[in-house]
């Protein structure tokens, strides 16, 4: 086996999980892609099971040893608490790690991807949402990210959730006409409203999620409907970011506001109008999609809880 020092970064998704591992030049040595390791929609064993497997995959297809490891960082969803990172860190362990490890949530590996674990503030509206910052001072704060049943506001499940309340709307004659249903039919190969009803209690979140795109199309065609539901998830964002921004103390100094997520990063006017409802209060703030996946800043945080510095441009 080669004896090479090395750093491990892991995005825990919901869908698939991916292992970043570089040594400390930056360099490369594993990118893996696993099964889903988010405690939210898994149990313990399966969490584990998958850690497991997606180590196992880079031991084996990089060579590297296990005791070579100076750090781990896991960003999952799902560690909003101590509770939930108490959890997380008692699967870690039984991986038998020989170094320092870190549990944090997704949010955090997101941001230091783009700003190498330096000042900004992230967006996340994906499947659910969530706002996070750090400041100068190392100051950090969440924001949102509640789930589906109490929060999540701006998301794609939120959007398609608003998107099927207004066509029951329609259907019932309590609210505006509009083409939304036969999109939403079209898109889950349905023709009847107890198809639709049926669909909603009987499908999981990121199926749900997926008819966010009907929503974006029926409003860059100027649908009336879709119109007050996109700016709505606009202000919602909008507000996670203004509340960071207040919170820590942002309005002094020039600071990255960097989005991610497919329902923000797919759709250029919700960036759009986020960054200028943002920039009315902070003009420093500059916005840019997210451009590096998030498992490098799981592997940047580890290497910062290590203590063992990366390269300056790794």
């Not at 870190?102 to 941001?111: F, G, K, S």
Request: net charge negative; aromatic share 6%; hydrophobic share 40%.
């Amino acid at each position: 086996m080669m004896s090479l020092k090395y750093l491990i970064g892991i995005d825990g998704g919901g869908t698939n999980s991916r292992l970043l591992a570089c040594d400390e030049n930056g360099a490369v040595l594993g990118h893996c892609v696993g099964k889903s390791t988010n405690v939210e929609s898994n149990p313990v064993s399966c969490v584990l099971a998958n850690l497991q497997a997606i180590l196992d995959q880079f031991l084996r297809e990089s060579g590297c040893a296990l005791e070579d490891c100076q750090g781990l960082c896991l960003g999952t969803a799902g560690v909003d608490t101590e509770k939930s990172r108490r959890e997380v860190n008692e699967i870690v362990k039984q991986l038998h790690f020989p170094c320092r490890t870190l549990i944090v949530n997704d949010a955090e590996i997101a941001l230091a991807a783009e700003t190498k674990g330096k000042p900004g503030i992230l967006l996340i509206s994906g499947t659910g949402s969530i706002g996070y910052g750090v400041n100068r001072a190392g100051v950090d704060c969440r924001v949102g990210g509640y789930g589906y049943l109490v929060g999540d506001e701006g998301s794609a499940y939120w959007i398609s959730r608003k998107a099927i309340q207004a066509v029951l709307h329609e259907y019932d004659k309590t609210g505006a006409p509009s083409p939304m249903f036969e999109r939403i039919c079209d898109a889950l190969g349905i023709r009847e409203i107890d198809e639709l009803v049926d669909f909603v209690y009987q499908s999981n979140k990121s199926e749900m999620a997926q008819l966010a795109l009907c929503v974006v199309s029926a409003f860059e065609e100027g649908d009336a409907m879709a119109r007050p539901i996109m700016q709505s998830a606009a202000q919602h964002l909008s507000d996670l970011a203004l509340a960071l921004g207040r919170r820590l103390h942002m309005a002094d100094a020039h600071y990255p506001l960097v989005f991610s997520g497919s329902m923000l990063t797919r759709t250029p006017w919700l960036m759009d109008e986020v960054t200028r409802r943002v920039r009315q209060v902070f003009p420093l703030l500059t916005s840019a999609p997210l451009s590096r996946e998030a498992e490098w800043g799981a592997v940047y945080l580890a290497a910062k809880h290590s203590g063992m510095p990366l390269a300056q441009g790794a």
